[in-house]
T-cell receptor, first 113, second 117 residues
Framework: GNSVTQMEGPVTLSEEAFLTINCTYT??????LFWYVQYPGEGLQLLLK?????DKGSNKGFEATYRKETTSFHLEKGSVQVSDSAVYFC????????????FGTGTRLKVLA | EAGVAQSPRYKIIEKRQSVAFWCNPI?????LYWYQQILGQGPKLLIQ????????DSQLPKDRFSAERLKGVDSTLKIQPAKLEDSAVYLC???????????????FGPGTRLTVL
């Protein structure tokens, strides 16, 4: 079946540190891949996306590259800020069928000043 | 553009009671989703509507959960009777009809946090 696996949190970093949150997927076919962010008390917001192999999604200093050979979509940021503290979800969907999203379990990031 | 609206934001009930959640999607969005997000887990799709028809309800516990989307606009999710394990955040999302071969970006509401005592 289709699934998404994320590294467990929480991840605690100091401000300006480098961030990597690992995400790997299992899929029958060629999914589109996403990172969503959830700030405390809010719903999920799309952070970035990639729809085909070798695409790089980027937004607000975050980046992730769709690696088909390793079935991965790791999230990175060169210098995190306190305001980046949130829960990050990796997800996939397909461009056919029911277009259902499958989410990972989420990784909580805490950035300390 | 107004976002996805949900109410109530918080609800506390005792087990075996009934509860209903309401969602108003973004105007014009044909597809509406209800997710259950248990603490420490990712959202799990409960039901997906395309206009007022059900596309996927394979993970909806139909013995106690029901949902409807009359007139293809807003939607109600009901739990009757509630169990302790239903404590979770219930998220509503919507997306517009997309072109074949493209993904459909989902927009999420703030969620309803349900506590069952």
């Amino acid at each position: 079946g289709n699934s998404v696996t994320q590294m467990e949190g929480p991840v605690t970093l100091s401000e300006e540190a480098f961030l990597t949150i690992n995400c790997t997927y299992t899929a029958t076919g060629y999914p589109s891949l996403f990172w969503y962010v959830q700030y405390p008390g809010e719903g999920l917001q799309l952070l970035l996306k990639a729809t085909k192999a070798d695409d790089k999604g980027s937004n607000k200093g975050f980046e992730a590259t769709y690696r088909k050979e390793t079935t991965s979509f790791h999230l990175e940021k060169g210098s995190v800020q306190v305001s980046d503290s949130a829960v990050y979800f990796c997800a996939l969907t397909f461009t056919s069928g029911t277009y259902k999203y499958i989410f990972g379990t989420g990784t909580r990031l805490k950035v300390l000043a | 553009e107004a976002g996805v609206a949900q109410s109530p934001r918080y609800k506390i009930i005792e087990k075996r009671q009934s509860v209903a959640f309401w969602c108003n999607p973004i105007s014009g969005h044909a597809t509406l989703y209800w997710y259950q997000q248990i603490l420490g887990q990712g959202p799990k799709l409960l039901i997906q509507f395309q206009n007022n028809g059900v596309v996927d309800d394979s993970q909806l516990p139909k013995d106690r959960f029901s949902a409807e989307r009359l007139k293809g606009v807003d939607s109600t999710l009901k739990i009757q009777p509630a169990k302790l394990e239903d404590s979770a955040v219930y998220l509503c999302a919507s997306s517009s009809k997309r072109d074949s071969g493209s993904y459909n970006e989902q927009f999420f509401g703030p969620g309803t946090r349900l506590t069952v005592l």
